[in-house]
């Protein structure tokens, strides 16, 4: 089963890329990054809506929803500001410098969620092979972005 955990994560990567490309295509016609990034998340959203109605998700009891803690609820801002920031990074520094650094950062705050189990993550400590592989990565954005 972990083998079709990371064939679908670089199946996830392909869908960034390509989503990178069509955001920033809505960008430049729209001429505003919150515009294209709105448009995205709406079309996002009738997706879900639809995925929702087809897979017959049940809907949530009040009592689950208040279960939640405040700070899970914003989690879409967060998409939000990628996407938005995406289409602003990818026309200056293509999609390959966008998609390294998004990662370095993703990997960096990673490593210190893990460590720490902030947002209720388990906690895997930081290891020195850990930092190694960070400080390749970074290595690595610093060739590509060249």
């Excluded at 995925?51 to 609820?73: G, I, S």
Aim: proline fraction near 3%.
């Amino acid at each position: 089963m972990r083998g079709l955990a990371y064939l679908l994560g670089i199946v996830a990567g392909f869908g960034l890329t390509v989503q990178v490309g069509m955001n920033t295509k809505l960008r430049a016609v729209m001429q505003s990054a919150n515009t294209a990034a709105l448009i995205s998340f709406f079309v996002g959203t009738l997706g879900l809506i639809a995925l929702v109605l087809v897979t017959r998700t049940p809907v949530p009891t009040r009592d689950t929803v208040a279960t939640v803690p405040m700070w899970a609820w914003f989690g879409g801002l967060m998409g939000a500001f990628y996407v938005a920031i995406s289409t602003v990074v990818a026309s200056q520094l293509g999609a390959t410098s966008l998609l390294v650094l998004t990662l370095l950062g993703q990997l960096v705050l990673a490593l210190m969620a893990d460590h720490f189990g902030w947002m209720g993550l388990p906690v895997h400590p930081i290891t020195l092979t850990r930092i190694a592989g960070v400080l390749l990565l970074a290595a690595g954005v610093w060739l590509v972005t060249r």
